[in-house]
Structures are given as structure tokens and as C-alpha cells.
């Protein structure tokens, strides 16, 4: 404050603002670039997944389904299963009916994500809480040092501004309440009647909502996830990972080789608290 301040002189026309952010903006660039005429509301891709847990940072991608649309029309499905490198818990069975048996020799993520970033290309993203599929494929681009900053709409926020008397506004119930047909929990069918609600959404509420000129959940705005790139297991925390194996017999469901040194060091944390030094 004081350098700043005292930096200045009294006649000075420079004025310190502080914790101001600002951005150097072209006033004489389109605002549009790239327009190839399409309409927001009915050219995007949908896409689901289905994940080992919650946490981007700490769980990983089983299932990817996407759906690509243009003009309202379904032009393209596309699905594929990736293996986590590491045996699903009961409950995530449980809950998608996928088992370890499918992952078997499915590929890995890094290998996933060239085609799926091909088939989505400049479309829009579209989803049923899009900012947590997204945060799992933004963690995994970063991984493999690859950059996907894209744009989005999220039907569960159109959903919860506009049936707030709806007991749930998840995707299943959703899909009960507009007679849409729909098996819950696996990523294809999810991003297929996530079209279909979002057609049923865009009918009822869409010219409501175009009235609003800022705020219009139709229209697709910056997906924003900040994430760090995982560095890889260090060679003691392997070494430790190995002593603790062999001294207490233990097989594990992982390849310690493939590990992050994050998701080395909650294991060594797991294997220390279970079975002791």
C-alpha cells in the first residue's frame, strides 16, 4: 500500500485500485469468432460418466458416454469403458452394474481422450451436473498434458430454477417426471436421456428464460476447473509400498509403478493404518 501510494504524484491522473483485477481487452475484436451459424440450443454434446468415487483428484473414469447432436437430431453415440487400473469397490458395482470383468483390457484414459476430445471438437457441452463430468475429464487432460477449456450448460441448474416444487431434481427422477425412458447409471444411456430432458426443458422454459438478458441458463458459458498436473510415484515411496506388501503377504489391487505420487501416498497412509509398519 505504501510504495504504491507514495508512487504516485498529487496531480497525477493514475488512480491505485486495490484488490482490483483487470484484463486488457481488444474493443475492436468480434465478440463471436469462429460463428458458423449455429443455434445454442440445439447443437452441443452430451456426455456422462461413471467414476470409481467423487473426487477428480482422487478416484478415476470407469465409463464415458457422449452424444453428439445438431439441429435437435442425435448424429452420432459414442461409448467406451476405461480400465482404473485397480479393482472397483462392492458399491460402485452396486451402483452402475459395471464389473471388474468389463475393464478388463479396456483401454486406459490416455488412450480414451484423443477420440472423445475429436468427437466433441468446438461443440458445446451439455450435461446433468456438467461441472462434475467435466472436472474428471479437465483432471485427466491435464494428466496427459493436453488442454480442454470448453463451454457448457447444465440442465439440473434450468431444472432447479424452474421446478423448485419437485421433490428431487436429479436425472432419474427428472426423467420419471417427463415420462422419459431411462437406465440409470451407465454413462450412455445417462447422456441420452440427458438430451431428451434437455429438449423437454428447452420447450417448456426456454422463451421465459431468453428473457433474461445475462443470466440465461441456455446459453453455454466457460466451464471453469483449476487443476494441477499429478507427478508420478517416487522411487521411495515405491520401495516402501513394496516392503509393505511383502512384510505383511498382502496382494495388491493396483500397479504401484502406475500410481501418482498423491494416490502413493493415501495408499502407504491406508496400508500403515491397517496393518502397521
Known sequence: FPDASHALDKNDTFKVLYGVEGYLVDDMKELVENSRGQSLADSYVVFDIETTGFSPEKNQIIEI??????????????????????KLDEHITAL???H?????????????????FALIGDHVLLGHRVMFDYAFLKKAAV?????FEKRGIDTLKIARKYLPQLESRG???????????????????????????????????YEKEAAVDDQNLFCPRPLCYHVK???????????????????????????????TRS?????????LAEYGR
Open 65 to 86: 458416454g457422449a452424444v453428439q447432436v445438431e439441429n435437435n437430431r442425435i448424429v452420432r453415440e459414442w461409448e467406451t469403458f476405461v480400465d482404473p487400473d485397480r
Open 171 to 205: 436425472l432419474e427422477y427428472l426423467c420419471r417426471y417427463y415420462g422419459i425412458r431411462h437406465c440409470a447409471h451407465r454413462a450412455l444411456e445417462d447422456a441420452r436421456a440427458t438430451v431428451l430432458l434437455y429438449q423437454k426443458l428447452a420447450e417448456q422454459f
Open 143 to 147: 494428466d496427459n498434458r493436453m488442454s
Open 100 to 116: 471388474d470383468e468389463q475393464l478388463c483390457g479396456a483401454p486406459q484414459i490416455a488412450e480414451v481422450l484423443p477420440e472423445l
Open 229 to 259: 498436473r499429478d507427478k508420478p510415484v517416487t522411487i521411495p515411496q515405491k520401495e516402501q509400498l513394496y516392503k509393505l506388501a511383502d512384510k505383511h503377504k498382502l496382494v495388491l489391487e493396483y500397479d504401484i509403478e502406475k500410481l
Open 96 to 98: 452402475t452394474g459395471i
Open 263 to 271: 494416490e502413493a501416498s493415501r495408499q502407504i497412509d491406508r496400508l
